[in-house]
């Protein structure tokens, strides 16, 4: 075997294992997305909300502070579940 085919032998034996390592990176994606919409479905259930009222939460980006005490902590990042929101002059820039 000369050196050209060895080189060429150890570059297909990288791209087997680039392949492989692809379909288990693609394998542990689908994995942690089953188990952030897992965590999220719990996070809305322990709400116990209503329809109605999980719609009106989602169009206001936060819970009254009665309700969000009652979601555990693990289930949801605190800043983003409390953001308020802006008014109209916090997002015009000074116009003087």
Same mark, same amino acid.
């Given at each position: !075997?000369? *050196?050209?085919?060895?080189? %060429?032998? &150890? !570059?297909? &034996?990288?791209?087997? *294992?680039?392949?492989?390592?692809?379909? $288990?990176?693609? #394998?542990?994606? #689908? =994995?942690?997305? %089953? =188990?952030?919409?897992?965590?999220?479905? =719990?996070?809305? $259930?322990?709400? =116990?909300?209503? $329809?109605?009222?999980? @719609?009106?939460?989602?169009? !206001?980006? &936060? +819970?009254?502070?009665?309700? @969000?005490?009652?979601?555990?902590? #693990? +289930?949801?990042?605190?800043?983003? !579940?409390?953001? #308020?929101?802006?008014?109209?002059?916090?997002?015009?820039?000074?116009?003087?």
């Amino acid at each position: !075997m000369t *050196k050209l085919e060895k080189i %060429e032998q &150890k !570059m297909q &034996k990288i791209r087997e *294992k680039i392949t492989q390592y692809q379909s $288990r990176l693609k #394998e542990l994606d #689908e =994995q942690r997305t %089953e =188990q952030e919409n897992l965590q999220i479905v =719990q996070a809305v $259930r322990a709400l =116990q909300l209503t $329809r109605d009222e999980l @719609a009106a939460f989602l169009l !206001m980006g &936060k +819970l009254p502070p009665q309700e @969000a005490a009652a979601v555990p902590h #693990e +289930l949801y990042s605190h800043k983003k !579940m409390h953001k #308020e929101p802006t008014t109209e002059s916090e997002d015009k820039p000074n116009e003087e």
